[in-house]
């Protein structure tokens, strides 16, 4: 299979009408970010993404503005921060940024100063990153297995959904193994089983596309469910949303329990921006309610 390197997948992000209507200097900085966020060797790559967006912000870049926000959404490079998402999305709706406006939807937006690195030239916070971080698992995958984050890479983005958080349930579920079988019936790099395969129009689930479509689409489906929270779409992801619903949060089954614990050693985010209109809530949240 043929794969792309990262720098042009940034160059495919370049293409993008956004960038090709910024000035020549946010182009450079939005290539530049471009091409750190789609460095899976750079462990500092978020962080430097982060750096570029944030100068590009100061000049006024609605999509510089937007992207930062994502960052702060997922805690990718910066540490995990709604609020600073929410405000971040709410400057760059105010210049027309159609992404912002949707993404407001799926945050509370408070009284949140902007980041310092938006309102003066200083650098943003580093997020603390785990030494289990699936930064640190990616980064020792051998060269026969890094097409697979590119991959990820492009379909994560596709769906919304963080790649980091695909990446670390592919190595819980098949250690980045194309050809995994459990003995569930559970199969390729996400173990759809063939239920899940079916529901999500997987016709070969050791084809590595279709598995990661399939199992990136139920992962968005059910963030959605779940409205964000990044534990219970894990925990349903292993054991269904059903058995989430019955027992109203986490299973109580040790592998699902072991299985969570082991994502957000990786992910250690606990919110997700998700798409409300894809589906209605769980009724967790109306118990809950």
Known sequence: MSHAEPRQYAQEAFNHEAFNLEPEVIKGLLLQAANAE?????????????????????????????????????????PANRDLAAAMFATASLQG???????????????????????????PEKAVASTDSIDQYVAGLPENK????????TISAWYKVDAKLVLSIISVESGFAQSAYSNKQAQGLMQLIPDTAERFNVKNAFNAS???????????????YFKGDVALAVAAYNAGEGAVNKYNGIPPFPETRQYVKKVQARYPIKNHVFDGAIVEPSPIFKRKG
Not at 210 to 224: D, H
Request: contains cysteine; hydrophobic residues 45%.
């Open 210 to 224: 279709q598995n990661i479509k399939g199992g990136v689409a139920y992962l968005r489906w059910l963030l959605a």
């Open 97 to 123: 940024h159609s992404e912002s406006q949707r993404m407001l939807e799926t945050v509370e937006l408070g009284a949140v100063d902007l980041p310092p690195c938006v309102v003066a030239e200083v650098d």
């Open 38 to 78: 789609h460095d899976a060797k750079g462990l500092d790559s978020d962080w430097q993404a982060a750096r570029l967006y944030c100068q590009a912000s100061r000049l006024g870049s609605a999509e510089a503005q937007f992207r930062l926000g994502m960052l702060y959404a997922a805690g990718k490079g910066v």
């Open 146 to 153: 890094r097409w697979i984050l590119h991959l990820v890479d």
